[in-house]
């Protein structure tokens, strides 16, 4: 079969497997499993509509996996179908923290990493279903935005839909899916969602500007998502020969590779490439993204690995939390029992950080919430509050007072640190109750 052929063939099969979402929705059987990747990768267009279709048809069980949701699902908004439609969020945003909070909606504990090897052990994935970008030539698919979990779900599943978005970038490093693997497609050119900019005020600045200060040329990068993270990136635009290996990649890291501080020269792998799992962000990001060798969307259990970071001299990792006690350890997942996220990637990278050969983990927030009437550095954390990062395992703590060092350091001098970066307001009050236990003497 010469070329013009196999186009031929392909664009025949394309026509058959085309059809509706609502078309494709109706061919879900009770107790079905549905698995989705993160951000852009969701076909929001077939979850709606399969919603739909188990209402109409009084279907039971059916259970979709997802991760980061970006769009209005009707199973995290519709009591009606617990138990019948439900939602179960590896990593929760807006709409899965409200239905997983109001009790309509499961979460999944877990790693980053390890989502791969969970759905491929634990997880019987009756259906794969992901929006990409249009066909090729050759008959292949882009997963565009998107490395994370997609390849093993690909592997994993029974069967296959896909959701054709021509606004989606095609990332020439991304997985791949072939129209010979698909089961059922449909069309649906909606415009892609946008991450809203943080704003960076004078707080967020002076953080930044502390942790940039520490960032040698030459470092690999990763940085969170956020005020704080974008405004380290913000204040590293004369810095030079920067990389960046990176689970999200954002906004912040577009200013630094188009200014120039970014080239990935130094990286001892994938140099000359840009490295992350997702991008998700603004539209700089994804026409950015599109057509370009220089970016590499890979499996998050590679991308995520400590010891792949570790292999990065110089690798600085950049996180936030919502409190920190002073024995080290760091929430970022909850509000004492209230569902907010999940813990992603901060301890692979705390981890990769901290074992390569003079790299650094910040873990960096304001020093108060709530206006200024809450503490985040506290004596024990909220009751019910998840620790994210051990004490075990926790670096640098960064607040706009300063920054604290923990690693190998023991409680009373990590107290001691602690204290002098929380808002003076609270510093009293700190440092009687490490007194009371017996912290300091």
Known sequence: MNHLEAVRKYKKMYKQLLATADELAGRI??????CCDITLAQPGALLNAVAKHVKEKGLTNVKQHILLDVYPYEMYQDAELLGKYTGVSWFSSGGARKAVSNGLADVMPCYYRDIPSLFTQYVDVDYFVAAVSPMD????????????????LLHKAKHIIVEVNKNL?????SPMVHISQIDGLYENHVPLVCLPKAEIDETSKTIGGLIAERIPDGATLQLGIG??????????????????????????????????AVNNSKKPIHTG???????????????LIDDNPAFELLPVDYVNDPAVIAQHPNFVSINAALEVDFYGQVCAESIGTKHVSGSGGQVDYVRGATQSPGGMSFIAF???????????????????????????????IVTEFG???????PLSERAKALISIAHPNFRDELT???KKQGILI
């Open 29 to 34: 059987e009770s107790n079905d499993v549905l």
């Open 137 to 152: 030539k050759h008959g292949y698919f882009s997963m565009s935005t998107v490395g994370s979990a997609s390849q093993a």
């Open 169 to 173: 970038p095609r990332a020439l490093n």
């Open 227 to 260: 005020a704080v993270p974008d405004a380290v990136g913000l204040a590293l635009k004369h810095k030079h020969d920067l990389g960046i290996h990176t689970e999200m990649f954002t906004d912040s890291m577009v200013e630094l590779i188009e200014c120039g």
């Open 273 to 287: 490439k840009t490295v992350a799992t997702f991008a998700f962000g603004s539209q700089r990001i994804y026409d």
């Open 366 to 396: 304001p020093s108060t919430a709530k206006g200024g009437t809450v503490s985040k550095i506290m004596p024990t954390l909220t009751p019910g509050a998840i620790v994210t990062t051990s004490k075990n395992d926790v670096d640098y």
């Open 403 to 409: 920054i604290a060092k923990l690693r190998g350091k």
């Open 432 to 434: 009687f109750a490490a």
